[in-house]
């Protein structure tokens, strides 16, 4: 058991027997009134996203959770498909629990999962991924502005707006916090 | 690293306040920030430390949370309107969001006022404080006043006349989903339904002004008419409580009753805990505070909102929690 005062982002809980993860956390202090957090979960399972204001001092029942590094193989559009890369287990996590992560899922990359005993509660996406420009638009003739810009697609369907100079085959660096473009990688 | 934008937007604002209500013949005045006693609050935790005097003996002595204190004595010495920018300190609060243990208060009284008149004083000083060049949103819309009584009915279904009977108001909170303690307080099963469905629920794109708050909730604003109700309110922006403010209790019975129950609550409550009881100044409820009205703003989540942000950290230039980080 846990305070709720000590539930941050990531803190992984059990509500009625589902495992939920903290994705945002906020503390209120109402005027004239004792403190409480105001939460956002996730259910790993459905990616529903549970809302629950607690009195910083009311009990949570938090679990223990192990990090493991999963390699990246597919998505068959409903499931991502991982290789556990110490058992070579394969584990298949819905898709619909991690909105737009297929944008960062490169295969053979490697990613670290929170696991609370045999599910994924969390996929921690690298800060930085190099991508291959799948589709590139041509830059305009005489386009000679400085500074100028246009959009390509990477291999995993991420659009990302980047220097015109940048071709399609060519790879680059992005942000996938921000993504937004960082560098051309010259292989 | 130290964000000098922010500095200067800060002393902008602090410099337009202060003339807007010198303009209007407020006197701005300037008291303790440690004190030996303190008004009871059990909700507010409070920093202590010790004034050390190895010949007449040493005395606790605390950070305030708010100048109220040395403020009412002015008023009921005949000050007129007064108003302070201060450094104000809240012990426990989390760091982080919108809070710092120590932050920038502006508290204004206007003698002869009540809680609606600072309604009024409060949105023109809003309207003609506002920094140059930066026109949020929300400084367009026109302010709404809602009064709890409204507001909980509209976001939470809970009918407040029924609430006063506490029975009723943990049912509404099961009925909600909710799951108030066993032997939960009524503030705290009020709070629970406030700040799941009401607050978040109050319109973000202009100021909302939240009157009229359940006379359960104890404090120094006079009771309302024939109503279970305070003269208080709240003004929030942006979703983020900004000033508090009371039609100022002046009835010296009401005070007593308030600062021996309350006082008495505090004790108990932080009995064996690491947190200080503040003694209080026993010749506060003698006072004889004129019909006032008193509001206490917090200038750094002001500034937020101008600057259309949602925490206060990036406005600090030196945030504890970065301090403690070192």
């Given at each position: 058991m846990i305070k709720a005062g000590q539930i941050d982002k990531g803190t992984a809980l059990l509500i009625k027997g589902q495992p939920f993860v903290c994705i945002e956390r906020e503390f209120v202090n109402p005027g004239k009134g004792s403190a409480f957090v105001r939460l956002k979960l996730k259910s790993p399972s459905t990616g529903q996203v549970l809302s629950e204001t607690m009195k910083s001092q009311d009990n949570?029942?938090?679990?223990?959770?192990?990090?493991?590094?999963?390699?990246?193989?597919?998505?068959?559009?409903?499931n991502f498909y991982f290789q556990n890369t110490e058992t070579f287990d394969q584990i298949d996590v819905p898709m619909k629990s991690f909105p737009d992560y297929e944008y960062f899922m490169k295969e053979g990359e490697t990613y670290r999962a929170t696991f609370w005993e045999d599910q994924v509660l969390?996929?921690?996406?690298?800060?930085?991924?190099?991508?291959?420009?799948?589709?590139?638009?041509?830059?305009?003739?005489?386009?000679?502005?400085?500074?100028?810009?246009?959009?390509?697609?990477?291999?995993?369907?991420l659009r990302v707006r980047v220097p015109i100079f940048i071709k399609q085959g060519e790879k680059i660096r992005v942000n996938t916090e921000t993504k937004e473009y960082l560098e051309r990688v010259n292989s | 690293m130290y964000n000098f934008d922010a500095a200067r937007k800060r002393s902008e604002l602090l410099m337009n306040i202060r003339t807007y209500f010198i303009d209007k013949g407020y006197l701005e005045v300037s008291t303790p920030t440690l004190s030996p006693y303190l008004i009871p609050e059990p909700t507010i935790k409070t920093f202590g430390t010790r004034f050390v005097n190895e010949f007449e003996g040493s005395r606790d002595l605390y950070m305030i949370p708010s100048p109220e204190i040395f403020m009412k004595k002015l008023l009921a010495a005949g000050s007129g309107s007064i108003f302070q920018i201060s450094q104000c300190f809240r012990n426990a609060e989390q760091l982080?969001?919108?809070?710092?243990?120590?932050?920038?208060?502006?508290?204004?009284?206007?003698?002869?006022?009540?809680?609606?008149?600072?309604?009024?004083?409060?949105?023109?000083?809003?309207?003609?404080?506002?920094?140059?060049?930066?026109?949020?949103?929300?400084l367009r819309e026109k302010p709404l006043i809602i009064s709890m009584h409204e507001a909980m009915l509209k976001y939470a279904g809970v009918d407040m006349d029924k609430a006063e009977d506490i029975s009723y108001l943990r049912e509404e909170a099961i009925r909600l989903g909710l799951e108030p303690g066993e032997n939960e307080s009524w503030d705290d099963t009020f709070n629970r339904i406030f700040l799941t469905y009401t607050e978040p629920s109050l319109p973000k794109d202009r100021q909302v002004y939240l009157t009229d708050y359940p006379d359960k909730i104890a404090c120094l604003a006079k009771h309302s008419d024939g109503k279970p109700t305070k003269k208080r309110w709240e003004m929030y922006i942006s979703g983020i409580e900004i000033a508090n403010c009371y039609d100022e209790e002046?009835?010296?019975?009401?005070?007593?009753?308030?600062?021996?129950?309350?006082?008495?609550?505090?004790?108990?409550?932080?009995?064996?805990?690491?947190?200080?009881?503040?003694?209080?100044?026993?010749?506060?409820?003698?006072?004889?505070?004129?019909?006032?009205?008193?509001?206490?703003m917090g200038l750094d989540r002001l500034l937020a909102v101008h600057l259309g942000l949602n925490c206060i950290e990036p406005l600090l230039l030196f945030p504890l929690s970065d301090m403690l980080r070192q």
């Open positions: 949570a029942e938090d679990i223990t959770v192990e990090d493991r590094d999963l390699q990246y193989l597919y998505n068959d559009g409903e969390d996929i921690t996406i690298p800060s930085k991924i190099v991508f291959t420009v799948a589709e590139a638009e041509e830059a305009v003739k005489g386009d000679t502005v400085q500074g100028a810009t246009k959009y390509v697609t990477t291999e995993t369907g | 982080g969001d919108v809070h710092n243990p120590e932050f920038t208060m502006l508290e204004y009284y206007t003698v002869g006022a009540d809680d609606r008149d600072s309604i009024a004083i409060t949105m023109e000083m809003i309207e003609k404080t506002k920094l140059k060049g930066i026109e949020e949103p929300w002046t009835d010296k019975e009401a005070t007593r009753t308030y600062f021996s129950e309350e006082y008495r609550k505090m004790e108990n409550e932080r009995q064996g805990t690491e947190y200080v009881t503040p003694p209080y100044d026993p010749s506060f409820t003698d006072l004889s505070i004129p019909q006032s009205s008193g509001g206490a």
